[in-house]
């Protein structure tokens, strides 16, 4: 079943029924200020960080789901609703949401009054803007009364939830014409208030919850709303609001437009007040003046049209498959740009306050999003190297405010050094700028202790070579790339985080996977280190990758697929001689990615035993058979129930690694029907199995093991998507960014007839047409540019602003 459908023309998703199986949403503001919308207009807005900054409130977890938002009321002669259908919850006549690129517009219909409201943050800005356009469709005069609501949380969100005691008796507002401000904590260590203002006078105002809702009642029937009387109230401790209340009146087929703008500020120390207790508004008015007319409101919106169409064409496809096109052309490229902004914080599963950015995942978020805008992925690079350690480890996760390593988590993740090869060597193929090698950069945010970007690689490099154990195989630490998989915690205590707890000293369990990642990113740092001249430092590394793949033959064969681990006391974790757990995906993917005994068929056979024991109608799952028992030395993977999350779910981040593995040998209809099955576009129609977002990768589908296979969770913030993308374009479709130019190399379906690429690559467009007409899954027999044949399958550089025909026979 669908809830809506693409208009892709427009570069949208359009839901038209607002009961959808879980709250769909949109990410507004791509660079400083940010919001989340859902189909009803839930969701919050922050500044930089969600929970430092955290604008509005949000309740996560709540009945019913999605509770929270910039809500409007229309009291239209009794008939109470909202446009956005929640939280009133008035049936609608009519109902839209359109989630488009960094915009959602929200219309409702009822009883001929059309409400359409447009929410985008506008680029540079930092507010939301909330363009309300109120149509009568009748053939009489309306008289109809529209009320806003804010409720503020400009504190940290964290506290907002627990320190009571406190909160309840700070809150401080101004109200000035038709703007409200909350300046809570502002004449102590807050230097930022927030505003919400609209570019018409008011009939009333209200900035206290209780006022406006009334004793006992909810926002889905406030007092204020529901006599059409605003109460006018100034909220003095208590749970501020902001509130507009606006008489309208509109003729038969007369349309009206107001400007809602939810605004943040900052000031320095000694621009705080305008006067004694007064704050300074200067930057507000600023703001307000920006975007005080649909004029203005309409230029930004197709500024931030022109923005998306650029961005978006650096890397454009037409294979005549809507589902696919859509995906690569639009929806995967934006889930990258919202996975590069939010890593894992602020999400419906993730509430903000728990999860900054994750070294890890925020080098691999990376890979999706560099061809976007390089400067800023060069600057994250250098923002993530500031965190690590002098030994190359890393802390595991760092604030986005203070862009210091979080403490409580700490590091020992074996696996988040080699992140930073894969990040930076994908930054250099992309831009030529081997500068960033030379860029100096602290260990541990310390400026005394800083070393050029390139010395950060060596030290994520021998972090490795390091730490091996007893079968020279990298010790695992906490956990690698599966959180989940802790070797070393061994944990009786409900109260402990599997993630931070490590019980069993001496720690010597292994990882395969990190062993495969070893080999892929080493081979990239021997590489870097060539091009750079550096022989030595290449030669000893190749040393260190040679004895890699030695022992990962030796060490990490099980016969028929590659082990996962041994475990501290030197036990095989993914082998046949286990009983649940005998096969995991990881290490199938990053060995036969790296190639491990590939002339002795080993891939073929690792992959070959995915395909046998770990695929299944919705993805490949994690690993098999599932876990039914708690399994003290392996930690929280045997914790979930059967098919769930990483306990042999469907954790769509590690599919891609099967499908470039797929790739590498050959299997072009292998590699597509795995990318297929996990892609959200085609699964559209089953909706209400998979529940999350048509547009959005989720982290997770429950596997063939769980009670409801195929049902998607924690959406949209998700190393998913940039592997996804990752593999689309440079694997299946085949045209790889290097440091020589664009490599082509097409492993796709033998069906595919043909298809064309459009490639922005430092300056140069090429326009690539593959054409397959003699159905194979991979090979080249034939590549011209701009007509003439070329010997090898990489296009040289091409100068800046040109455009450049390509064209390539398979066979
Ligand atoms: C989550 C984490 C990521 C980890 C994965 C597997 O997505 O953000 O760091 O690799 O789970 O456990
Ligand atoms: C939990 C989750 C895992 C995530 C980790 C992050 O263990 O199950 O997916 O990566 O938390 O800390």
């Not at 709250?23 to 009803?40: A, H, R, V």
């Not at 109809?144 to 504190?155: A, M, T």
């Not at 605003?230 to 003095?236: F, G, L, R």
């Not at 797929?662 to 099955?677: L, N, S, V």
Request: overall charge negative; some cysteine.
């Amino acid at each position: 079943m669908k809830y809506g459908f693409f208009d892709d023309e427009r570069k949208e998703y359009v839901i038209t029924n607002p009961q959808t199986p879980f709250p769909w949403i949109n990410y507004l503001g791509n660079k400083d200020f940010f919001s989340l919308i859902s189909n009803t207009a839930g969701g919050y807005s922050f500044y930089k960080d969600a929970k430092f900054r955290r604008i509005n409130r949000y309740r996560y977890n709540n009945v019913p789901m999605d509770n929270g938002g910039r809500y409007f009321y229309i009291n239209d002669e009794g008939t109470v609703w909202s446009p956005g259908w929640k939280p009133v919850k008035t049936e609608l006549d009519h109902y839209e949401c359109r989630h488009g690129l960094s915009y959602t517009s929200i219309k409702g219909e009822k009883n001929d009054i059309e409400a359409e409201v447009v929410f985008f943050v506008p680029l540079n800005a930092l507010c939301e803007v909330q363009k309300m356009k109120l149509t009568n469709k009748s053939s009489k005069t309306k008289k109809i009364k529209l009320f806003s609501l804010i409720e503020w949380c400009l504190w940290n969100a964290e506290d907002d939830q627990n320190n009571l005691q406190r909160n309840l008796s700070t809150g401080e507002v101004e109200i000035h014409g038709s703007t409200l401000y909350h300046k809570t904590e502002y004449k102590e260590r807050r230097n930022h208030y927030a505003f919400y203002h609209v570019n018409a006078p008011i009939q009333g105002f209200d900035t206290d919850r209780e006022s406006f809702i009334g004793l006992y009642n909810e926002f889905s029937h406030p007092d204020a709303v529901f006599t059409g009387k605003p109460k006018n109230s100034e909220a003095h401790g208590w749970s501020p609001i902001a509130s507009h209340c606006l008489e309208v009146e509109l003729q038969p087929g007369e349309s009206k437009e107001y400007i809602f703008l939810l605004g943040y500020v900052e000031n320095t120390e000694d621009k705080k007040w305008e006067s004694k207790g007064v704050i300074n508004k200067t930057k507000a008015n600023r703001t307000i003046e920006q975007f005080n007319s649909s004029e203005k409101v309409n230029r930004a919106l197709d500024k931030l049209a022109t923005y998306w169409d650029n961005l978006l064409s650096n890397y454009s496809i037409h294979s005549g498959n809507d589902k696919l096109d859509r995906m690569v052309n639009i929806w995967n490229q934006y889930q990258c740009m919202v996975t590069f902004n939010m890593s894992r914080s602020a999400s419906f599963f993730e509430v903000g306050i728990g999860r900054g950015m994750g070294f890890r995942d925020s080098n691999q978020d990376l890979i999706g999003f560099i061809h976007q805008i390089p400067e800023r992925a060069r600057e994250r690079i250098i923002d993530i190297a500031s965190t690590q350690f002098e030994d190359g480890g890393a802390y595991h996760q760092y604030q986005p405010l203070t862009k210091r390593g979080n403490n409580a988590v700490g590091g020992n993740f074996n696996d988040d050094p080699l992140w930073l090869i894969l990040s930076t060597t994908a930054y250099i193929k992309e831009t030529g700028d081997f500068s960033i090698l030379e860029e100096i950069v602290p260990f541990d945010n310390d400026e005394s202790r800083a070393k050029t970007h390139f010395e950060h690689l060596k030290a994520s490099f021998y972090h490795v070579v390091n730490n091996l154990g007893p079968h020279q195989l990298p010790l695992i630490g906490r956990a690698d790339w599966n959180d989940c998989l802790n070797l070393n915690c061994f944990s009786k205590d409900p109260n402990e985080s599997f993630q931070t707890t490590e019980n069993q000293t001496g720690g010597s369990a292994e990882s395969i996977m990190i062993a495969g990642l070893f080999v892929v990113y080493g081979k990239d740092f021997v590489e870097l280190c060539r091009r750079i001249g550096r022989k030595d430092e290449a030669d000893n590394a190749q040393e260190h990758v040679d004895k890699m793949v030695k022992s990962i033959k030796k060490h990490g064969w099980d016969g028929e697929w590659f082990l996962r681990a041994y475990d501290s006391f030197g036990n095989k974790v993914g082998s046949k001689d286990n009983e649940e757990g005998k096969i995991f995906i990881e290490s199938q993917g990053w060995c036969t990615m790296a190639g491990i005994g590939k002339n002795e068929g080993m891939c073929e056979k690792a992959l070959n035993s995915v395909k046998k024991y770990l695929d299944c109608e919705y993805g490949i799952v994690l690993n098999h058979p599932a876990f039914t028992k708690y399994v003290i030395e392996y930690g929280e993977i045997s914790t979930y129930p059967a098919g769930y999350k990483e306990n042999a779910g469907i954790f769509c981040h590690n599919n891609p690694w099967v499908m470039i593995g797929e790739t590498m040998i050959g299997r072009g209809d292998q590699a597509w029907e795995y990318f297929r099955k996990i892609c959200p576009s085609y699964l559209e129609e089953i909706s209400d199995l998979h529940k999350t977002e048509p547009y959005a990768y989720a982290q997770m589908i429950a596997g063939k093991d769980a009670f409801k296979p195929g049902e998607a969770k924690n959406s949209w913030l998700t190393g998913t998507a940039a592997w996804t993308y990752y593999v689309i374009t440079q694997y299946i479709l085949g045209v790889k960014p290097s440091y020589d130019g664009l490599e082509i190399s097409p492993c796709i379906p033998k069906t595919w007839k043909s298809y064309t690429v459009s490639r922005k690559f430092r300056g140069a467009v090429y326009e690539i047409s593959i054409d397959n007409s003699e159905g194979v899954n991979c090979g080249i027999k034939e590549l011209t540019i701009n007509g003439e044949t070329m010997h090898k399958n990489v296009i040289p550089i091409q100068k800046a602003g040109t455009i450049n025909k390509v064209n390539v026979k398979m066979g």
